[in-house]
């Protein structure tokens, strides 16, 4: 007996020397926390002249696709039209579907491939109040762009088609999302030209303008154009990631600057399911209502299972070194702690969503009297692909939990899979996290999960190389305002994007 407990314990103590040695000397990649301050931004008031008055243009995408005002679009690219006059002298450019825009700067040597960088100049609406559709909010045509009339909506510090220029920000909806990144590039691209600094490779801008409601008649239009002309990037930079402040991330003691590889897919069921109507009097046994409750509850107790996938540990990998002594226990040690780390993971909003298709019941829709029993329930049901789910599989689960019960499954929405992952071994890679040691030196770097759909998965069809990230260093709070109120964009982050793409566009061969 005596024997057997002392095996026993022998065991115990083999498994946590290997489990320590294991920790200890797993590679994480090394946190930079003191690396000093980097380039220090200089304050160009001219360029913060053009972002502002380009805010100020409410080139809102709304609605049905296409079916929004273009007025706002003619004068916004009118507008950057007057605002870099040597861009539009010195880089070719052609408007694709009216409204896309495209810029090439050409290099000096034809045989290597060019790199490109996006935006998309639509935004989204400022608020609940749909600005735009009040009296006295109404956008006056005649003015030109920089003195639009529109009045302060609430919980918004500056109106946010005012562009104003305060607090050492630049407020106003699209200033991270993404009109900052668009007057970035063309800052960067016009700087380029004014320094005479011409590169190896041609240098590429592509701005679509219905992002916001899926990109169909502008990144689509512009990939496929592209791919016409038989163009193959070496790099495609979109946004889709940022630089979270430290102690935005919990659990990581550093600036982090999540780089999206990839994207999650997306497929949203409309579930009907058919039972019998009548009065509320003399209900029949089992109502609809009843039997969609069931698929409900089948459908949240039973999820698709979680994964570590290849882009995920590489993520881990990559901010573990900063975290607490029992994450990196958990990573350095999958090959015995796996399921204790998916389990903790799938607790957490945020993390859970980065390993598994998630499934979300969004919409419910019943009889409308107190009394009336309906013949037939609809819930909508919107699922986001993780890559290496297939839109097969989220359907083959969909039939699993619906089986038994007299259905009609629609998709609605557009249906995607996941994009496809970008290596992170590439030179358009490395010039990422190079050009984030230049203006955060202290930042960790790591490959992402884009949790949104962006323009960048349009653009697989003409690289392999696409990335999504935004050079910008915001709070959780600030990250909040996208799609929300009070969007600004600091002065400090606009310089150093600025900088950054510079850096990208002079460096990427050097
Ligand atoms: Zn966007």
Redesign the pocket.
């Known amino acids: 007996m005596k024997k057997i407990l002392l095996v026993i314990l022998g065991i115990i103590v083999i498994l946590a020397a290997i489990l320590l040695i294991k920790t200890y000397t797993y590679p994480f990649k090394k946190n930079m926390a003191d690396a000093g301050e980097g380039w220090k931004p200089v304050k160009n008031d001219s360029a913060i002249l053009r972002l502002s008055g380009g805010i100020k243009i409410p080139t809102v995408s709304t609605g049905s696709l296409g079916e929004f005002d273009y007025a706002p679009f003619a004068r916004f690219k009118e507008y950057l039209k007057i605002s870099y006059p040597l861009v539009y002298q010195h880089a070719e450019n052609v408007e694709v579907n009216q409204y896309g825009l495209v810029f090439r700067l050409k290099g000096s040597n034809p045989a290597l491939e060019p790199i490109l960088f996006l ?2 100049m ?2 989204v609406p400022p608020g609940d109040a749909d600005i735009k559709n009040k009296e006295d909010n109404i956008f006056k045509p005649d003015d030109t762009p920089l003195s639009p009339v529109i009045k302060v909506a609430e919980d918004w510090d500056y109106a946010p088609f005012s562009g104003a220029v305060a607090n050492g920000r630049i407020y106003g909806r699209g200033a991270i ?2 009109k900052g990144m668009l007057f970035s590039l063309m800052e960067s691209m016009n700087n380029l030209i004014r320094n005479k600094q011409i590169q190896q490779r041609d240098i590429y801008l592509a701005f679509g303008f219905d ?2 409601v899926g990109g169909q008649k502008g990144a689509m239009q512009i990939a496929g154009y592209f791919k016409k002309k038989g163009l193959k990037f070496d790099a495609v930079y979109d ?2 990631g940022l630089i979270m402040r430290k102690g935005n991330v919990a659990g990581i003691d550093s600036d982090v600057a999540v780089v999206g590889c990839a994207e999650k897919g997306f497929l949203s069921a409309k579930i009907k399911v058919k039972g019998l109507g009548g009065h509320s009097s003399m209900p029949p046994m089992e109502s609809a209502i009843g039997k969609a409750a069931v698929i409900m509850k089948r459908l949240e107790d039973d999820q698709m299972k979680p994964m570590i996938t290849p882009l995920i540990k590489e993520f881990f990998d990559n901010i573990g070194g900063a975290m607490p002594f029992t994450s990196r226990l958990a990573i350095a040690n999958q090959w015995l702690l796996r399921p204790l780390l998916l389990s903790k993971l799938t607790k957490n909003n945020t993390t859970n969503a980065l390993v598994r298709t998630t499934t979300a019941l969004t919409m419910m829709k019943g009889s409308d009297g107190t009394n009336v029993l309906s013949p037939e329930v609809e819930f909508v049901v919107n699922f986001r692909l993780l890559p290496g789910n297939t839109v097969k599989d989220v359907r083959e689960h969909i039939a699993r939990a619906t089986k038994g019960f007299d259905v009609e499954v629609e998709e609605i929405d557009n249906t995607r899979e996941a994009s496809g992952i970008s290596p992170i071994h590439t030179k358009a890679f490395k010039m990422i996290e190079a050009g984030v040691k230049e203006i955060h030196p202290g930042a960790i770097v790591t490959p992402y999960l884009t949790m ?1 759909g ?2 960048a998965g349009k653009y697989e069809i003409v690289s392999k190389n696409v990335y999504r990230f935004m050079p910008i260093k915001i709070t959780s709070a600030e990250q909040q305002s ?1 799609h929300s109120t009070n969007e600004y964009l600091s002065i400090e982050n606009y310089m150093k994007m600025i900088h950054y793409f510079e850096y990208i566009m002079k460096n990427y061969d050097k």
């Open positions: 935006a998309h639509d935004v999302d993404m992002e916001e946004e889709g949104a962006t323009d996208i």
